[in-house]
């Protein structure tokens, strides 16, 4: 199965190869023409200092292995008429990238200053690295890429995401040799266990060991090739062997490889669907062994470039100050033959200009990559019809993520044939009370299935369930860039494994929504419960509310955080979320069956809202409000409205008011969100004198992060989650973190000035309780009965 | 070398097999009793509903399969004299790490009221999961742990740090077959390309194919047996299977497969270190295949419980409620013999109790475990010799991470004969300038290598580059838990890929400080570098400063970030890291060669300090400061004192004051992190009342969250990393987020009243050099002459 340098019996005719040749050459001298020249393009003339650029920037050394791979895909999309898409991990590649989208023509039409003739050839080499012009990775401008790259490690998770759903297509995946010694890409490579071959595309990994990361050797490359082929197998896949130098060869030994690979796959795709064979099959792949930095210099100062790290970036680093490296760039800028390329007026000559596929069948103008363009809008059923009957707040008790499975199920349902919509989670859907939803689909499996195993195991389940937090957010960014709509349900505390994907995936809707070709895609939801303060079966590590923070930092025009008070609200702000488009979203939510205070009707317009005055726990309608209670997240709205109850009760001539936040972003300066209130409606809500105390989900300062601007800001105290925590009761976790009713309620007490002495008795009594709750958790092992069967008191509605 | 139920000659005696079953159900007994009982420990009456905890809760599934590996290690330990430590992925096994170390003793040793009585027994099950009592998972309160296994995916990563330098040492690491398919996990096999036979410990991984993880089955378990085999000698491994549930025949085949493990082991060892062999060994490692929930109830209400994912938590949800489930209960207590097992004052019948090694042989309690009892300090040379001569400010250039590297080297070099420090990276250690220290010692490498890598891999290298953040950071962490110090360099935005990872150390050292018997151990350092501000090659993806926001999230005591602005506060800085205990330091440092500041004995005073006016760059000696100009950061100091002297420069009159931060945590409260200013001396330094500007490193909040509480706050204006970026030129990436020289002058001009209209003409000056720099940098690709040659000027000095 190794297709070496050796191999006889050559698969391209003369001519085919011969373009093929050139179409590579072409791509390899475009690329390396970005990185070094602002001029004299098509080497018209002797190369001079002046034509290089000034500061050298950018990765040569994985790029040919790139653009030989992209020749040849393009051969098999012509032959074949396929439908591909081209994952490069190694996005560093960039000017491989955006040579072959030039060659196809689809640059030019997307950037119409960069086109095919001389103006736009030069322009294609000084805007790479250059300020104003593009960046040097396979990034959101670059057409046809839906994975920068400049992280390494998600693009074997994106290809999959990308061929989900999408029965039609096959995606290609370069991966580093570097890259795959990341975790991320370490794991996605079971991805072959999830993959449905009827209703999914194929994924074609091609692993390019060119032997080096940035500076020394990579571990894949140095392990026998037995060994090697023992971990792929391992992972599901038959691997095909390509390794040498000598271009002639390596064209013909990796065109018969790739050949037996759709071979390959066309046989794996006919025997699922045509013959509904259910076994998992054996995917191919390629291993392509490559010199890092191919074609290019051999060597500089008796040390070797070529085939070496020295090759990584820029490998003759110095050409404008060096004249003996001016002459070596010419040199090697030469061996491509540009004249034979490029037409005088820098169009690429017939026979290139031919030699790839027309249309949206060019993997540089595929529609998947410009996932918007494909969207379809989900068929959501009335979120309303899911609502808990409330008649009064606190006079009903649901599960907030139990009763959004039932939507969630229905929104599965509904858009069944549409294959349109997966959900995603680290083993963690049935543990976050989304249950339901198996009613409507199955677990993704192709792995072996047992008749005990009562998991709901399916080829085609649209529940997207791998222990591997990487491997759900990569697949679900995969499926979003590529035009469908999905929901991560994950554990609070460990979403912040994927922190880096997060940031990566911001950081590509923001470039994203500047560039107008780029259609806009779903949103990133996130549906983030086992939260912190309902962790109960575990302890310290599994609390953590501090992804909110982390989202914060990005992009206003990008990140919506919401925190329903309950099911209702929980349910209006997940069917929003479904709905928006270039967001990432962030819903936290609880699971465990709770208070619920609006009914759907109050849920929705509190959402739409996304902050307001709750006037039935409020008793300042007909006065002066002497304190503001603030709360935001289910655990802090209970709490607050505990502490009210506890106030009203103990001090009736208090007045208080509780505002309730859905949409944090409402906090913030309307200068500094989209969402934000102006300072008139912030002031009406919080006043500009009163004291203000703040119940919040997560760590306190985020609040005075929002609204430190604000009028009132030196009145605001917030309580929220301190970074203290073990296995205990729900109670006692907040007492912990001085968030519960009691600490509020005394609070409360020390901050409104004319309650003058007598408040001391209720002081005391809090304080006693708390004393009270420390005895009886620590004898019982359980939350006070008062405390445990607490709910919002009747007695409240006639005051 | 499948050992399975079937095999026949069996490696136990009668007598053996007896004794390692009753310790396995000793713990089991006591692993279950942990988490049901609080009353009637020893089943000496009939079960009742009293005696069952309110609150169920923990984890039975992967319980008894930790039990049984440990009670065959501790026979392996005693036969072999082994010194031995354990590292359990599946941490939520918690009660059978704490059973097991109550049986060996160690517990009662640490905890003296959960001592080997009755008494201690009681109080050993129901401070379980309890209020005040212990947490569900092998947290650092257990002792023998350095896992908490809270969030999976570490164990292996650290396993092998902990093997490492230790050769003396087997780490038996159990993974869990969910676990396994986390990223991390994923990609920790390939350490076995990085263990030195000769230097390093060994390594004994135990996949544990209990079949599930909580709601359905694993990856590993469903496909075939050839599949997983072939996988794992992918990863350089050679298994030995154990399957099966009959326990006589798995104790027989345990210890079989365990006994070869070992023998194999020994053998490589000898071969390594005494024979000289240099190749690589196939290591050994055993898959034990088992029911999930092994022993416990088989079924509840007709549905399978052992075998399956229904046993991963509490297998009898609601004994107190249910008779039949109480039954139940008492019947699989009672199936343990708990009446044989233990005496009637609740101590351990005499064979249980001779069934462990003694003394620090006891994998509960190795001083590996507790690694600061192992600590030595660094032999570390004097920073100040590595000092760049700097005459005045910005008289000379030098690249921190350059001068820091000889250092370092020279750390390497007086540690050699200790085996105590090591740095770790995810091949960045040349990109990052650290390149001296491969004087030093070479990159660890135990794959094929080739006479041309020209990248100094050796055997028993010191560095260790993976391209695994997540392998580098896990290295790391068993490596300073287990006695030993460390330097992880990064990309700064790439340690985001380790957010998770840091969080849960943090939250180690946070609860290991609390506990009196875990000896301090070396902080965890990070060098930050190739940062947001210089990431010339690369685009958007690498700009990301945000890891310090994260960091600041934990508990004050444990964090500390330093942002030396040049290389002798760097030398400064590390050289204080690297002597401190049970700290994360972060410190954030540039690579390029840059201007110098302050000589070395200036910059040990002004980082002793940690903030500081810079008089030499100041000019309010004499008079009233009209603005406060505060810097943070290599390239914000730059900016700042270029801002400072384009100000004097232009407007002789105004009186400037430049206050420089290297420990960012100085400028909070004392109140809030011991490093503290008072308000006086904050005062002192920012003034109460005049305008403060101030260019920070990162995200600008974190500025103003630091400094809310100030009298002075309001007057702050913070300028930082406003998520704006590319590739483009230095000076550029500063103008784009507004922290560059021009915008800092102009924010001056607009806050100093005092200056009038005259001040028009200087303001328009900055602007236009804007303008002109825009214009520049997108012609000619690089920053403008004046811009890219500035430092600090001469002539402010008599001034
Ligand atoms: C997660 C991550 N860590 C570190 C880097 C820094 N980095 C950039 S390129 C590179 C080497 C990549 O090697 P490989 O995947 O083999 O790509 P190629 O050899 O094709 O350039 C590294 C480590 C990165 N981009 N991403
Ligand atoms: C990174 C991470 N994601 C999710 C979880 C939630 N979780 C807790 S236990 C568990 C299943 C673990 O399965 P396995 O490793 O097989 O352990 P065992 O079967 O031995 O309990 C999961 C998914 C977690 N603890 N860590
Ligand atoms: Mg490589
Ligand atoms: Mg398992």
Known sequence: MTVGTDAHGEPLTDAELRSLHRWWQAANYLSAGQIYLMDNPLLREPLRPEHIKPRLLGHWGTTPGLTFVYAHLNRAIMRRKLEMMYVTGPGHGGPGMVAASWLEGTYGEVYPDVGQDLAGLRRLFTQFSFPGGIPSHAAPETPGSINEGGELGYSLAHAYGAAFDNPQLTVACVIGDGEAETGPLATAWHSTRFLDPVRDGAVLPILHLNGFKIASPTVLARIPEEELRSLLRGYGHEPWFVSGRDPVAMHHGFARALDACLDDIAAIQVRARGRGATERPRWPMIVLRTPKGWTGPAELHGKPVEGSWRSHQVPLPAPREDPEQLRQLEAWLRSYDPATLFEPDGAPVPDIRELHPRGARRMSASPHADGGLLLRALRLPDFRDYGVRVERAGGAKASATGVLGEFLRDVLRENRNEGIFRMFSPDENNSN???????????????????????????????????????????????????????????????????????????????????????????????????????????????????????????????????????????????????????????????????????????????????????????????????????????????????????????????????????????????????????????????????????????????????????????????????????????????????????LAIDVIDRVPRLGPTAAYARQEFQDALLRHRRHVTTHGEDLPEVRDWSWPSWTRTS
Not at 565 to 586: E, I, K, Q, W
């Open 433 to 743: 009370r989304l249950g339901a939803v198996l009613e409507a689909t199955g677990r993704a499996w192709m792995a072996e299935a047992d008749a005990d195993d009562d998991a709901a195991l399916v080829p085609d389940g649209r529940l997207m369930e791998m222990l591997s937090e990487h491997t759900c957010q990569g697949w679900l960014e995969g499926y979003l860039l590529t035009g469908r709509h999905g929901l991560f349900s994950c554990y609070e505390a460990f979403v912040h494994i994927v922190d880096s994907m997060f940031n990566q995936h911001a950081k590509w809707l923001k470039v994203s929504r500047e560039l107008p070709w780029r259609r806009p895609v779903a949103s990133l939801n996130y549906l983030l419960t086992s939260h912190v303060w309902q962790q109960d079966h575990n302890g310290f590590s599994h609390q953590d509310p501090g992804f909110i923070d982390h989202v914060m930092n990005k992009k206003a025009e990008i990140v919506r955080v919401y925190l329903p008070p309950d099911a209702n609200t929980l349910l209006s702000v997940v069917d929003h979320c479904l709905r928006s488009r270039n967001y990432v979203n962030v819903v936290v939510a609880g699971k465990q069956p709770e208070d619920q205070y609006l009914d759907i009707e109050a849920a929705e317009t509190h959402c739409t809202r996304g902050i307001g005055i709750w006037d039935w726990a409020s008793n300042d309608q007909e006065g002066d409000v002497d304190a503001v209670l603030g709360c935001a997240g289910d655990v802090p709205t209970k709490e607050v409205l505990a502490a009210v109850s506890l106030l009203r009760r103990s001090l009736p001539e208090l007045r208080l008011r509780v505002v309730n936040v859905v949409d944090l972003m409402r906090l913030q300066d309307e200068r500094q969100h989209p969402h934000g209130l102006s300072d008139v409606e912030f002031d009406a809500l919080f006043t500009t004198d009163r004291p203000v105390i703040f119940a919040y989900h997560g760590y306190p300062w985020l609040i005075h992060r929002l609204t430190y601007r604000r009028t009132n800001h030196e009145n605001i105290h917030v309580r929220g989650y301190n970074e203290e925590g073990t296995t205990t009761t729900p109670f006692d976790m907040r007492v912990l973190n001085g968030i519960d009713r009691f600490h």
